[in-house]
């Protein structure tokens, strides 16, 4: 019984992790264009990605656009998803709901084109402004979901208690649900963070001049050459992405066990 | 002056049906009120407007002469025990018991002694530094007593506390819930929808509908002699009947469906009449000094110490909870009455 059930499951494994597992390979390669299998071993290509610096820009603008995204998504998140956990019988709240997360089911595409022909007629250019809105617009979904099902599931009397026990709504929302949605939280920014910076579409429609976030920069230079050096830096991500999900798991993760 | 008053209570959301329609309570100190119904008869929304979670649109809410109707929540020294309890999962028990303590900056060393005396009394001693995680449910019901009642309340508000303690215990806690209440006499209001639990606890129970109390009587009263058809629906009288004609005379009677049935006293504005399936006999001839009705079981169901028999009779369906189990179904048998076990209902 026992030995089909891992082999499904390292079946399934393999064939979910061979596209990350062989860029790793590859960028170890000594081979001057992408070849699988790998040969040799060599630590060149990671040295060449900070030759380019464009690279080390793109990686700078994208975590700032990140980052500003994600911090501005779960801002707006926080109490549009408190006005819908509060107000059970809020008139129209299934389509309130499914407004929120509409964009997530816009094909990016679509919605980067929209948004160009946005920043041209409303703002006359495309601006980091403009970037950035994008931006939210993409991750916001994500980090409403995440928080609004940590609110949900919280419930409301928690609040309600804290009020009764002599609390001001503002101050019992501090107290008593802020801490317990915490990891809905650090959680839904961490999505957000991620969600925008693999927004490929987004950038490739709205950036502009200097601000060229990390994807486009990539596709930019795949485009000249052909190189283990993109191979190296999907490496390079992938290892930022596991050591970021490392670091909240640590810290948030770690606080939910104590409890 | 009552201690707690409510007065023509009206509260609706837009356009739907109002929830309360001009609701009137009056509690006296130390009283703890059931208020009982089903599920949508605003039973909780009353609660709520007690508590000052819901400003009603009309009426008003007086705590021993001061109305209250408009101050919030957080100002009116009212503790809550939620059906949910409701604990702050990131609070240990000690500091759960102690939040309402610490708002009102009230010194530290009376702080733990109130805590203390509360947490003895509810017997939580030993579990002050768990996580409301760590506690089983009776644990976790008595810690939300014990954070309601620590900041010395007003008013205790309980929202169906017993729905999440399993059932064996039910009759152990509410006797607890009683208990305390009665040494603190503290004035509480305890929603439920549970019969028992109502009449087990209560000093009077409301029975609501439709937005509105229907009757407010101590336990006994309002289980034998309910007002009105709905209550006594509520506490148990199975056999409810409209009323076709009343007659006077030397023997009064009521006529359901051209049968017609003894009563003790008239009432010209009966409606309905109502008969409690304990309180009628199952027999195979009539018995002196009891009226009877014949009539063929058509059901019965074992209920251990009693069986309940379904005859089919010229009233109607009538149900009998009966001690005697020699009965079977398809027998024809009387079910014998005393007149002045029946009830008549003016609404």
New interface residues.
């Given amino acids: 019984m026992r030995i089909p059930f891992y082999a499904v499951s390292l079946l399934t494994l393999s064939i979910l992790l061979t596209p990350i597992i062989m860029p790793l390979l590859i960028s170890f390669s000594v081979s001057e264009t992408i070849t699988f299998p790998p040969q040799g071993f060599t630590l060149r290509w990671f040295g060449n990605i900070f030759n380019y610096e464009s690279f080390a820009k793109g990686f700078i603008a994208s975590s700032s656009i990140a980052f500003t995204a994600s911090f501005l998504a779960i801002a707006l998140s926080l109490p549009a998803s408190y006005v819908l956990y509060r107000h059970k019988t809020l008139r129209l709240k299934g389509l309130i709901e499914s407004l929120f997360t509409l964009p997530m089911l816009m094909p990016e595409i679509v919605l980067s084109y929209m948004l160009l022909l946005f920043a041209y007629r409303a703002m006359g250019v495309i601006s980091a402004l403009s970037l950035i809105i994008g931006h939210v617009l993409v991750v916001m979904p994500f980090g409403m979901r995440v928080i609004y099902a940590s609110l949900s599931n919280l419930g409301g009397d928690i609040e309600d208690a804290a009020v009764s026990l002599g609390r001001d709504r503002l101050r019992a929302f501090m107290d008593v649900v802020l801490p317990n949605i915490k990891q809905g939280f650090v959680g839904g920014s961490l999505t957000c963070f991620m969600v925008s910076f693999n927004a490929v579409s987004i950038s490739l429609f709205l950036s502009f001049g200097d601000s060229m976030p990390l994807p486009i920069a990539m596709l930019n230079y795949l485009q000249i050459r052909y190189d283990p050096t993109i191979a190296a830096l999907s490496a390079l991500l992938v290892a930022f992405t596991v050591a970021l999900s490392f670091a909240v798991e640590r810290t948030v993760g770690l606080v939910s066990q104590v409890r | 002056m009552k201690y707690l008053q409510l007065k023509g209570i009206w509260v609706y ?2 356009k739907q049906e109002p929830v309360l329609k001009g609701l009137d309570l009056e509690v006296d100190k130390g009283e703890l009120v059931a208020l009982l119904g089903p599920s949508g008869c605003g039973k909780t929304t009353t609660l709520r407007v007690i ?1 000052g ?1 819901i400003i009603p649109q009309r009426g008003n809410v007086t705590i021993e002469g001061r109305d209250v109707t408009k101050t ?9 025990v ?9 609070m240990t028990v000690r500091l759960n018991i102690t ?2 303590l610490r ?2 900056n009230i010194e530290r060393g009376e702080m733990e002694n109130r805590a203390n005396k509360i947490a003895d009394m509810l017997g939580l001693q030993g579990l002050e530094d768990r ?1 409301p ?1 760590q506690l089983s449910g009776g644990q976790q019901q008595r810690v939300a007593l014990a ?2 009642l620590a ?1 010395q309340p007003d008013i205790l508000l309980m929202d169906e506390p017993l729905s999440n303690i399993d059932p064996k215990f039910r009759e152990k806690v509410r006797a607890e819930i009683k208990k305390v209440q009665r040494e603190l006499e503290v004035v509480t209001i305890y929603v439920t929808h549970d019969q028992e639990d109502a009449l087990g606890i209560a000093d009077r129970v409301a029975v609501m509908n439709k937005g509105l109390i229907e009757q407010i009587s101590p336990p006994t009263e309002i289980y034998e002699r309910p007002k009105t058809s709905f209550v006594a629906d509520f506490m148990g009288f199975e056999n409810i009947f409209p009323i076709q004609l009343v007659t006077g005379g030397e023997q009064p009677s009521v006529t359901v469906r051209n049968v017609a049935l003894r009563v003790e006293e008239l009432d010209r504005d009966g409606k309905y009449v109502a008969l409690h399936p304990s309180k009628l006999m199952i027999s195979t001839e009539p018995k002196p000094n009891l009226e009877e009705i014949k009539g063929k079981i058509t059901d019965k169901s074992f209920k251990g110490d009693r069986v309940k028999y379904f005859l089919e009779t010229a009233l109607g369906e009538l149900t009998v909870l009966s001690s005697a189990k020699q009965f079977s179904i398809g027998d024809d048998a009387y079910v014998c009455y005393a007149p002045g076990d029946v009830l008549v209902l003016r609404g």
């Fill in positions: 959301y837009s508590a979670f919030s929540a957080h100002k009116r020294n009212i503790g809550i939620f059906q949910s309890y409701a604990l702050f999962p990131h939040y309402g708002i009102r996580y995680s954070r309601a900041i």
